[in-house]
T-cell receptor, first 112, second 109 residues
């Protein structure tokens, strides 16, 4: 039982490049989330998927897109990376209400 | 919108008790969660208060007062391994959490 897994763990991009962050969970959870964490800013919600087939914007969605591929997988795409997107990205999942979320190990992204 | 306020840093010594406060302003509120995050690690769930009062889980307790829009996390018998960041988070009832900016707890010998 791996919980929530994320790939890659580290990534360096140049401005304008694109990439997709992958997330998968094996807990059969309905809801999945993408957060970014910047120093002193806590966790900010980018997008979430309350159930398979639905996605919604969070607090900071600009510059990102998501895909809920199936119940297990939720990917985050940066179409044209910018230095302001340098951050640590966490994927999380929860069963229903969302009060108890399980987080992946994070992806540390640097955009030059 | 939603906003949460918590102290940026708290220091304490091993064996002591420390309280981390959280005040919130939200347009909708179902409950308050607490998460722990060690440096370089992922956040992990500690507790949830959906009702007013105290919830106890081992050395950690969490309290909620809806009328005061206030909660706290209480850590007893502090250990060095408790040095971490602690986040409060509001459950708005829409399957999402809004997180505070976190409190860094430094435990010294």
């Amino acid at each position: 039982n791996a919980g929530v897994t994320q790939t890659p763990k580290f990534q360096v991009l140049k401005t304008g490049q694109s990439m997709t962050l992958q997330c998968a969970q094996d807990m059969n959870h309905n809801s999945m989330y993408w957060y970014r964490q910047d120093p002193g800013m806590g966790l900010r919600l980018i997008y979430y998927s309350a159930s398979e087939g639905t996605t919604d914007k969070g607090e900071v969605p600009n510059g990102y897109n998501v895909s809920r591929l199936n119940k297990r997988e939720f990917s985050l795409r940066l179409e044209s990376a910018a230095p302001s997107q340098t951050s640590v990205y966490f994927c999380a999942s929860s069963e229903g209400g969302g009060s108890e979320q399980f987080f992946g190990p994070g992806t540390r992204l640097t955009v030059l | 919108g939603q906003s949460l306020e918590q102290p940026s840093e708290v220091t304490a010594v091993e064996g002591a008790i420390v309280q981390i406060n959280c005040t919130y302003q939200t347009s909708g509120f179902y409950g308050l969660s607490w998460y722990q995050q060690h440096d370089g690690g992922a956040p992990t769930f500690l507790s949830y208060n959906g009702l007013d009062g105290l919830e106890e889980t081992g050395r950690f307790s969490s309290f909620l007062s809806r009328s005061d829009s206030y909660g706290y996390l209480l850590l007893q018998e502090l250990q060095m391994k408790d040095s971490a960041s602690y986040f409060c988070a509001c459950d708005s009832g829409y399957s999402t959490l809004t997180f505070g900016k976190g409190t860094m707890l430094l435990v010294s010998p």
